[in-house]
């Protein structure tokens, strides 16, 4: 099978421990990359310092580093204190990280419109291109953008070439789209990353499709979902690597973060198998040879048993089990 590139986002290797620690177990469980949110970010500042933690990156082999998301990131008359401060830590972290991306979400209040975001989107996807990272937009079903097809017309339309679409599978499928509609409906100039988890057939009863996206993304392959037909459809738009992984289950959060994070790589690995098995060639027959000993008896030098005479055994009524 081929190796891929997996990246742990930020829920898939939260834990108590600290996040140097934790940045190892990332490393250690095969992943060459991993995400991390403002909150994150903060508290790099305010502990270990970015130098410290683009050290341990690079010992423990991570090389995709994606920042965010970042939210609000449009003009507003309101804007607070701690936007700017987020906004600064994200600008001084993708410096100092040297980071891949720099991911943003749209306006979830349902008050913007979207091509008054335009502007704003124009001149951070030029900051970003200027620290060395893309700028990569997530929609969500909730939010103004909220199809992974608006979205794509909506960074299109931007037409910033350092601004690209991230599809969430969760997000992508519970927004309403298909594979056939994403194949026809995303444009691969666009399409920039991509993340894995898997779901239920329907929303759990009692959540919304923003609760579910907090606590009921699945392992990949555990779930509902034609993942390796996802990974197949953005393959044919032209993406490759790095695979964002994202697990929020109870039980997940439940495991040590090394276990978590190895279940997790296993997980996704065997949905990428899956998908690179498709339209290979059948699996050979299998041998017509006579079977091996059984493990039963591996005593080949003993004699051979006397076999038991063939006794015909009387035939009995399926329902009283009475002779018949």
Do not use: K
Request: aromatic fraction near 4%; hydrophobic fraction near 45%.
């Amino acid at each position: 099978m081929l190796e891929h590139d997996l990246l742990a986002t930020s829920s898939t290797w939260a834990g108590d421990e600290p996040i140097g620690e934790r940045v190892r177990a990332v490393g250690a469980a095969g992943f060459a990359g991993l995400s991390l949110t403002v909150g994150d970010l903060h508290e790099v500042r305010a502990t270990i310092g970015f130098a410290e933690l683009r050290r341990i990156l690079d010992g423990s082999g991570i090389v995709w580093v994606q920042l965010g998301p970042l939210d609000r990131w449009w003009s507003s008359d309101d804007r607070s204190a701690d936007e700017d401060a987020d906004r600064g830590v994200v600008f001084e972290a993708t410096a100092a990280l040297r980071a891949w991306q720099v991911v943003v979400g749209a306006d979830t209040t349902l008050t913007v419109r979207p091509a008054a975001m335009i502007d704003d989107w124009v001149a951070l996807a030029a900051r970003t291109e200027q620290l060395g990272a893309q700028l990569v937009l997530e929609p969500e079903p909730w939010s103004n953008l909220p199809t992974v097809e608006r979205a794509a017309r909506f960074v299109t339309a931007a037409g910033h070439p350092n601004g690209g679409l991230l599809l969430d599978a969760m997000h992508t499928l519970r927004g309403g789209s298909t594979l056939a509609s994403v194949h026809e409906g995303v444009a691969p100039a666009v399409l920039a990353a991509v993340e894995l988890s898997d779901g239920l057939l329907h929303t759990p009863a009692g959540m919304t499709l923003a609760e579910e996206s907090r606590a009921a993304r699945h392992l990949p392959g555990s779930g509902a979902w034609d993942l390796p037909g996802f990974v197949r459809t953005v393959r044919d738009l032209g993406f490759d690597e790095p695979w964002g992984v994202e697990v929020r289950t109870a039980a997940h959060r439940a495991m040590p973060t090394a276990d978590a994070l190895r279940t997790a790589a296993a997980a996704t690995r065997a949905v990428l198998d899956a998908a690179d098995a498709f339209g290979a060639p059948a699996a050979p027959a299998m041998p017509s040879t006579p079977a091996p000993t059984s493990a039963v008896d591996l005593d080949s030098s003993r004699a051979p048993r006397t076999p038991m005479p063939s006794v015909p055994l009387p035939r009995r009524e399926a329902d009283t089990g009475t002779p018949a």
